[in-house]
């Protein structure tokens, strides 16, 4: 027999509130100790350097996890001109300096121009990202460099909020896949003199903002036993929160029996096409579908938690 997999039954999303200097990983670990849960996923890594939301999906929950991937994000980050690094923030090594002249509010934002709506993006070395089978950090730290290909990415708004000397706070809007480090490397060189992140925080993803009820890690370890598992569990919040961009299917009791067992339904009034969020009788959440070529409605990511 093999072995069964420690932890419990936990379902949701919670909202972390990522801190500096942990990996999206470790934050992800610490949490998934404090409740206990079996199951665990985080929705796209933030750098260590980088702070701010980061949903930490549980148990059925990871089964949402690939739209919050796929969506839209929003960052705040502090960049400084005239110094470049290797990893492009300020955990690299100094590569470059050159001196700061005439940087003000209109060159800025006059390059800052150029980099709005689709774009294209050559992936740093130090990224997730792998060159035949390994990852692209691990190349980097052995001080190798290989051929990666642009990318296309979209940058939905890119803001200038202030500007101090060689520094610079910018808010951006960006798809999935945008490298906001290398997005900062490419308006230094065009502006000149380099430049790099010294500070970065995630605003939003997809449906969810900062200014939410964001948790952090102090506070969750504050909280232990069983009595602080239950307060923990109270922070989490349902899958379906994260769907709120698709429209919502009900479903009578013989459709949702149907669909439970993998059968496409008619659907009366349903959506034309695209994804969907399914609901039983009782607003019970049951996943998500797509409406098919003939209109019928098919279960594809179906989620269990009774």
């Known amino acids: 027999m093999g072995r ?13 509130d990522k ?50 991937l796929d969506a839209d994000k929003r960052y705040r980050v502090t960049a400084r001109f005239g110094c470049v690094t290797d990893t492009g923030d300020a955990e690299g090594e100094v590569v470059a300096e050159r001196p700061v002249i005439g940087l003000d509010r209109d060159t800025l934002g006059a390059a800052m121009v150029c980099f709005e709506g689709a774009i294209e993006q050559v992936p740093p070395m ?103 598992r239950a307060a923990l569990e109270q ?11 698709w429209p919502d299917i009900h479903l009578s009791g013989d459709l949702a029996a149907y669909v439970r067992q993998g059968q496409p339904v008619w659907v009366p009034r349903a959506p034309g096409q695209g994804w969907v969020r399914l609901f039983a009788e009782g607003e019970r959440f049951l996943g998500m579908g797509t409406v098919l070529d003939d209109g019928r409605i098919a279960p594809k990511r179906l989620v269990a938690t009774g």
């Open 4 to 16: 069964r997999r420690k932890g419990r039954n936990v379902h949701g999303i919670m909202l972390l």
């Open 19 to 68: 801190p500096a200097g942990v990996t999206s990983n470790h934050a992800l670990q610490r949490v998934r100790r404090l409740l206990d849960a079996r199951k665990a996923g985080h929705t796209g890594s933030l750098d260590p350097l980088a702070t701010g939301l980061l949903p930490l999906c549980f148990g059925e929950a990871t089964k949402v996890s690939a739209f919050l």
């Open 126 to 228: 130090y990224s997730a990202l792998k060159h035949e089978g390994r990852r692209l950090y691990e190349l980097a730290r052995e001080g190798r460099e290989v051929e990666r290909p642009p990318r296309p990415v979209t940058i939905h708004e890119l803001r200038l909020l202030a500007i101090d000397g060689d520094t610079a706070t910018l808010e951006v809007a960006c798809s999935k896949g945008t490298y906001v480090r290398t997005l900062v490397e490419d308006i230094g060189e065009a502006v000149g003199p380099g430049a790099h992140v010294t500070a970065l925080r995630r605003t939003a993803l997809g449906p969810f903002r900062d200014e939410a009820a964001l948790v952090t890690l102090p506070a969750l370890e504050t909280l232990d036993g069983d009595e602080g």
């Open 235 to 245: 922070r989490l919040i349902p899958m379906e929160q994260a769907l709120g961009d």
